[in-house]
């Protein structure tokens, strides 16, 4: 059974720092993992999708990586800004037919930037 | 705008009662999910479809119905059943660029 983990579960930092969140799986058999973000009782806004055959993904200030063979992906915010504070949240997909595209989420890093 | 419209944003049910939440996509996706997010638990997933007039079972499904007639609407229904159903319900479609998430319905039990 997949299960993600993230770390660290809570963030604050000052604006205009690097940071990077950390996402491990337990099983390196996925289609594709996906970074999403989540502000306070809002759905969920993908960040930026890595298919399996992929190492890396940028999008702006935000680049993600991925090392399937050892279980983890990263996701690097560059010059936080406090619009970046939310909840940002890893999901793998499993490969293979049983999987019907399921996603299986970590608990998620609460990302607090402050001014 | 392509996405995913759920309705209402905030529902709340009485001890006993069935309630429909709404979920609609305008983007041309076959397949469609519905989870549910509490505080402490991350996202589980419920009922999920892949075609119309195809639905399955997700991991916590009990206490829960779904239907599938149009490929752009994928409605939820809590039933009676679901001894605890406050929380945070989220629908999705998925392609190839993967997931795109509504903005979910928020359901108390009062």
């Known amino acids: 059974k997949q299960e993600v983990t993230q770390i660290p579960a809570a963030l604050s930092v000052p604006e205009g720092e690097n940071l990077v969140l950390n996402c491990s799986f337990t099983?390196?058999?996925?289609?594709?993992l996906q970074w999403f973000r989540q502000d306070p009782g809002k759905g969920l806004t993908s960040l930026l999708l890595?298919?399996?055959?992929?190492r890396e993904q940028t999008s702006g200030r935000l680049n993600a990586s991925l090392d399937k063979s050892s279980g983890r992906s990263t996701l690097y915010i560059a010059a936080s800004q406090p619009g970046d504070s939310a909840t940002y949240l890893c999901?793998?997909?499993?490969?293979?037919?049983?999987?019907?595209?399921?996603?299986?989420f970590g608990q998620g890093t609460i990302l607090t930037v402050h001014p | 705008d392509g996405g995913i419209t759920q309705s209402p944003k905030y529902l709340f049910r009485k001890e006993g009662q069935n309630v429909t939440l709404s979920c609609e996509q305008n983007?041309?996706?076959?397949?469609m999910y519905w989870y549910r997010q509490d505080p402490g638990q991350g996202l589980r997933l419920i009922y999920y479809?892949?075609?119309?007039?195809?639905?399955q079972k997700g991991d916590i499904a009990e206490g829960y119905s779904v239907s599938r007639e149009k490929k752009e609407s994928f409605p939820l229904t809590v039933t009676s059943a679901q001894k605890n159903p406050t929380a945070f319900y989220l629908c999705?479609?998925?392609?190839?660029?993967?997931?795109?998430f509504g903005s979910g319905t928020r359901l108390t039990v009062v």
């Open positions: 999705a479609s998925r392609s190839r660029e993967g997931y795109t």
């Open positions: 099983d390196s058999a996925i289609y594709n």
């Open positions: 890595i298919q399996s055959s992929q």
């Open positions: 999901a793998v997909m499993d490969a293979g037919g049983t999987s019907y595209g399921k996603l299986t």
């Open positions: 983007l041309n996706h076959d397949a």
């Open positions: 479809s892949q075609i119309v007039n195809d639905f």
